[in-house]
T-cell receptor
């Protein structure tokens, strides 16, 4: 069965520092991969997605993620964090052949705190 | 273009009361989903729909019912609320292109407290 693991529940970085949030998945083939951001009291907003092709994908707000098949990972990165990036980040996985349901499996989320 | 909207935003119920949460989307999406989000648990799928008039159970369907009478609306019902149903509920929708499905778009959530 598919699963998604975000090993870090909470991360604190200083403003201007680089960021990497980890996401590992379990699936027999190449899945669809997503990163969402959730601000307090808000719904989830898509940052970026990977379906196929170039394994380094660019997203909104200066984020990027790299799909590494050998490591079953899809880590999210940003070279310089801004205070406004403080939020919860959620990784999600979808199976391309999931019976045409579009269902996703979500990780537990990583809460990012940014120190001034 | 409002995207996905949810009504109400907040609600407090007493144990045993019933209520319906409404989700509406204006993107003509085929698929719609109801999730609950609890601390440390991530999003868990309650029910979903792949088209008007169809519904299916997700990961945690007990105590909930759904209906999708119109393509743009997806209703989540609690017939007899329990404290364990205290949670934040999110609705989402997505589309199918014929060869792949796209990302899910989320509503702002409904915070439900059952006393």
């Amino acid at each position: 069965a598919q699963s998604v693991t975000q090993p870090d529940i909470h991360i604190t970085v200083s403003e201007g520092a680089s960021l990497e949030l980890r996401c590992n998945y379990s699936y027999g083939a190449t899945p669809y991969l997503f990163w969402y951001v959730q601000s307090p009291g808000q719904g989830l907003q898509l940052l970026l997605k990977y379906f196929s092709g170039d394994t380094l994908v660019q997203g909104i707000k200066g984020f990027e993620a790299e799909f590494k098949r050998s490591q079953s990972s899809f880590n999210l990165r940003k070279p310089s964090v801004h205070w406004s990036d403080a939020a919860e980040y959620v990784c999600a996985v979808g199976a391309p052949h999931s019976g045409n349901t579009g269902k996703l499996i979500f990780g537990q989320g990583t809460t990012l705190q940014v120190k001034p | 273009n409002a995207g996905v909207t949810q009504t109400p935003k907040f609600r407090v119920l007493k144990t045993g009361q019933s209520m319906t949460l409404l989700c509406a989307q204006d993107m003509n999406h085929e698929y719609m989903y109801w999730y609950r989000q609890d601390p440390g648990m991530g999003l868990r799928l309650i029910h979903y729909s792949v088209g008007e008039g169809t519904t299916a159970k997700g990961e945690v369907p007990d105590g909930y019912n759904v209906s999708r009478l119109k393509k743009q609306n997806f209703l989540l019902g609690l017939e007899s609320a329990a404290p364990s149903q205290t949670s934040v509920y999110f609705c989402a929708s997505s589309s199918w292109t014929g060869s792949s499905y796209n990302e899910q778009f989320f509503g702002p959530g409904t915070r439900l407290t059952v006393l």
